[in-house]
């Protein structure tokens, strides 16, 4: 009977006045008989009644949510450099491409041009190796023919031959010398490479000490705003009981709401500046590698050019000991040996190709370090924070721009699972930004819990944003939830309460029933009847202390436009009578 109890307090005053109006009453009558009768006529309640009226009832509820662009991304520098100029500002649109600022480009360009005297240097050994082996290939040419001579130019060939000899040792030698310089110039480009991935190991490591320092700045404004916030109604009550009044509540709220939405704004920036350093780091490591397999090609090339210079040594001993033992073998060692020379300069040629392939490496990653000191905008938007300023120093431990695509706005909010269940992708919403209102859709319902909430995470779409919104920026989200079809709609205020049981009274023929219901969902002034009730009955609306079952009523009807209609009475005729019943 609880609700019971709430109605007498409601409507307290109009017993009293009623009572008021009876005594006055009575005190003006003189005789016995029409005291009487006035005594039988007070025991009649009037009451209010209505028809129950078919129906749906659709609940809408409130969120809060947080207003972002659909695209954003964080413009971060790949180097450390100072920056020469800029001409973005905050609010500027910018295009995909557009160049943001430059950084000075000194240390890259000497870099570069290194790398290209290198190439250079590179690209002349191909040239003087492609020359060799021209040259070994004359040889070649030649010994074959001088080996065509008459006997009698036997001597004179045999000197030639182990000139010719002599001369490729040399070359092979030469060669030699010419891959040890590039082992040792690999050597010293890949100390510097060794150099450049420590100095990214240790920002890599500062990036992500940030990203936990951001990290637990974003935890610990999460759990201020779940303090303020508590799920539990009670214990929502208690902290509200913490504050002067509910606008104090309320700012602390807000205040602790933004200081949630800075730190995870910073928490994301941190995370993106950590992955951005990872990935630096990771190429300075690749480039190592590509240094070591250079390395180790050149190392077999040069085994190889040993093992040559070996075989050519030994050719020439045994064919200097062997030349006047027998002349056709000497001239098939002479032609294999000049073969052998064709080889040594082609090993030679894929030696200098290899260095110069090498340094063609070096002037890639110089040019693609010379491109890292201009910034340019990866989207089209519009920038929401510039960093960066004239003569300051950019790193990659900060994001110098940051770029919003505000063409389509999102705006998330959380929700329990119970009404989760009764949102869809499509259903339109409205957005309350400062008492301006948006159209929007929900375009993602959240199928994990936020740990940090408890609530499943909701994301709809803004087609048509305006300056309003802001990134950011808190909202007020309406959305219909539960909704009850084929129902009868009654009065809030008409149902009481008998421990769990939900009844009504209805009139019939002059008299208070008490008919037992089941409800639905309901709000401040509607409920729904899932049975008990149909839309014949007389529903009384009104209160009265005396009512009961039983009790002998005076009805006047409410129209649906809300006027009284024919007022009855117990006992009068019967069209009164039928009148009561809804008829």
């Known amino acids: ?80 450099a100072e920056v020469l100029g800029t001409d973005i500002s905050v609010g500027d649109t910018v295009t995909a491409g557009q160049e943001l600022c430059k950084l000075d480009t000194e240390a890259a360009e000497l ?107 974003y935890q610990a404004a999460q759990a201020a705003v779940t303090a303020l916030e508590p799920q539990d109604y009670t214990e929502l009550q208690a902290v509200k009981g913490t504050f002067p009044n509910e606008e104090a509540y309320e700012y602390a709220l807000k205040q602790a709401k933004e200081q949630l939405a800075a730190a995870k704004a910073a928490y994301e920036g941190a995370q993106a500046a950590a992955s951005q350093t990872s990935a630096a780091y990771e190429q300075a490591k690749a480039g190592i590698e590509s240094i070591d397999d250079g390395k180790e090609k050149l190392e077999d090339s040069l085994s190889d050019t040993y093992k040559t210079k070996e075989q050519t040594e030994t050719v020439k001993n045994l064919t200097e000991a062997q030349l006047n033992i027998d002349t056709q073998k000497v001239q098939d060692i002479s032609k294999k040996t000049a073969a052998l020379g064709v080889d040594s300069a082609a090993a030679q040629v894929n030696s200098a190709r290899v260095g110069a392939a090498g340094a063609k490496v070096g002037i890639d990653s110089a040019e693609y370090q010379l491109d890292m000191y201009t910034l340019t905008a990866p989207i089209d938007g519009v920038i929401e924070a510039v960093n960066v300023k004239e003569h300051d120093f950019a790193s990659p431990q900060s994001p110098a721009f940051v770029i919003s695509n505000k063409n389509t706005m999102t705006v998330t909010f959380g929700v329990s699972e119970g009404i989760r269940g009764t949102l869809r992708v499509g259903q ?156």
């Open 111 to 217: 870099q570069l041009a290194s790398a290209q005297a290198q190439y250079n240097s590179a690209a002349a050994g191909v040239q003087a190796a492609e020359v060799g082996y021209e040259i070994a290939q004359a040889q070649y040419d030649s010994a074959v023919a001088q080996l065509d001579v008459q006997n009698e130019q036997t001597q004179r060939q045999k000197d030639l031959t182990m000139y010719q000899m002599q001369m490729q040792i040399d070359g092979i030698s030469d060669g030699i010398d010419d891959i040890n310089e590039q082992i040792y110039q690999l050597e010293e480009d890949r100390e510097d490479a060794k150099d450049q991935r420590d100095d990214l190991k240790k920002a890599r490591n500062k990036a992500n000490e940030y990203v936990k320092q951001a990290q637990a700045a």
């Open 428 to 583: 339109k919403i409205q957005v309350d930004r400062n008492g301006k209102l948006y159209d929007a859709a929900i375009t993602e319902i959240g199928s994990m819990v936020d740990q940090n909430t408890g609530l499943f995470m909701i994301k709809s779409c803004v087609s048509t944003p305006d300056d309003s919104l802001l990134t950011g920026s808190s909202v007020k989200v309406t959305a219909e939830t539960y909704s009850q079809a084929d129902a009868l709609l009654i009065p809030y205020d008409a149902v009481y309460y008998d421990d769990s049981q939900p009844y009504v009274y209805v009139a019939e023929t002059g008299t208070a029933k008490r008919r037992d219901v089941e409800t639905g969902i309901f709000d401040m002034d509607t409920i729904t009847v899932l049975s008990g009730l149909s839309t014949e009955d007389v529903l009384i609306t009104s209160w009265s202390a005396n009512l009961r079952e039983g009790a002998e009523v005076s009805v006047r009807m409410k129209t649906e436009s809300g006027t009284d209609g024919e007022q009855t009475t117990a006992g009068g005729e019967t069209d009164s009578a039928q009148t009561a019943d809804g008829e």
């Open 1 to 80: 009977m609880k609700k019971q109890y709430i109605k007498s307090g409601r409507r307290g005053v109009s017993v009293l006045l009623a009572a008021a109006c009876v005594t006055a009453m009575l005190a003006g009558c003189g005789d016995t008989a029409a005291t009487e009768e006035e005594e039988t006529l007070s025991e009649v309640i009037p009451v209010e009644a209505q028809n129950p009226a078919a129906g749906t009832l659709t609940l809408k509820n409130e969120f809060v949510g947080t207003v972002s662009p659909e695209e954003s991304v964080y413009v971060i520098p790949m180097v450390s």
